[in-house]
């Protein structure tokens, strides 16, 4: 494992000691780097929160939607990825994503109090799917498309 993904794997350890189970290495064809795939503590939902590091990055995952954090703003990129991870853990944001037919047209995290009720936002989807942490918030919604 190169230097940063061993620092960002102290540094989730130690953020996230409970979650150390879900955590290991995973090798691409360039470089071996850290994963923690963390599965929904609720039976009903399959949803993973995917973390993994590689060229110097930091990528969240959470269904339709990913983030990268890196150091090039000269933030510290786990610190980012923390604070977006515990956004979706906390069951108060969910993933909207705008779909027409099979062909995906965006994706954003928003409030769980400020969830879409239409396709005002992206009027060419006709299909809103929506997924939280706990699957409290999933549904899916069906729109009229105007391209």
């Known amino acids: ?6 620092n960002i794997a102290k540094k989730f350890l130690l953020q996230f000691p409970e979650l150390a189970a879900h955590c290991g290495e995973v090798t691409n064809e360039y470089a071996v780097a850290f994963e923690a795939k963390i599965p929904s503590p609720a039976s009903h939902t399959k949803r993973t ?5 590689f060229n110097e ?3 969240v995952y959470f269904d339709s939607y990913h983030a990268h954090f890196s150091e090039i703003d000269g933030t510290d990129p786990f610190e980012n990825a923390s604070a ?4 979706i853990l906390s069951n108060q944001y969910a993933v909207v994503s705008y ?3 099979e062909q995906w047209c965006g994706s954003a995290m928003l409030a769980v109090t400020s969830l879409p009720l239409d396709n005002a936002d992206y009027p060419y989807a006709n299909t809103i799917k929506i997924r939280s ?3 409290d918030y999933d549904r899916v919604l069906q729109c009229t498309a105007r391209d």
């Open 99 to 101: 779909w027409r037919d």
């Open 133 to 135: 942490w706990l699957g």
């Open 57 to 59: 990055e930091i990528t």
């Open 49 to 53: 929160l995917i973390l993994e590091t």
């Open 1 to 6: 494992m190169d230097e940063f993904s061993g």
């Open 84 to 87: 977006f991870m515990q956004k």
